[in-house]
């Protein structure tokens, strides 16, 4: 499968030092621009993203595990120097956060999540610090198990 390559630019929105709202950030990609909400329930996972935003973490990184119908991964920091043909996704920033699963926020078409090891390596089902996924079939998710939502 041809992996599709987007370049990520992301930027804070104004207004998320406001808490009563929860926070949207817009990334920017060489497709055009994603709006994205961050839940003010997963306080570990929104504090990290904005965190990283801010120090520039995600600036020219690749999306770099594409699977169609199901979701478009991002997080390795090895893809903003990535050659072609280069096997991306082992790297990460080197720490994890503490699950933070919300049953209201289920997997949908659109959802941000924190991608994570399964739950035989992981079963405290601990999210990658720096690793996330957009989600973009409801269809193939279902059949997936549920992961931190951002």
Partial sequence: MK???FILVLSLLLGACERK???VIRME????NIRLKLYDETVL?????LKLIREGYYNGMLFHRVIK???IQTGDPDSKSARPGMVLGANDIGYTLKAE???KYFHKRGVLAAAREAD???PERSSSGSHFYIAVSYTHLR?????SNL
Avoid: C, Q, W, Y
Wanted: proline share 3%; charged share 30%.
């Fill in 3 to 5: 992996r599709i390559v």
């Fill in 143 to 147: 059949a997936h198990e549920t992961r």
């Fill in 101 to 103: 699963i919300v049953p």
């Fill in 45 to 49: 996972h929104r504090d990290n993203i």
């Fill in 21 to 23: 709202k929860d926070t």
């Fill in 69 to 71: 119908d199901f979701m």
């Fill in 120 to 122: 035989n390596i992981n």
């Fill in 29 to 32: 990609t060489s497709l055009g």
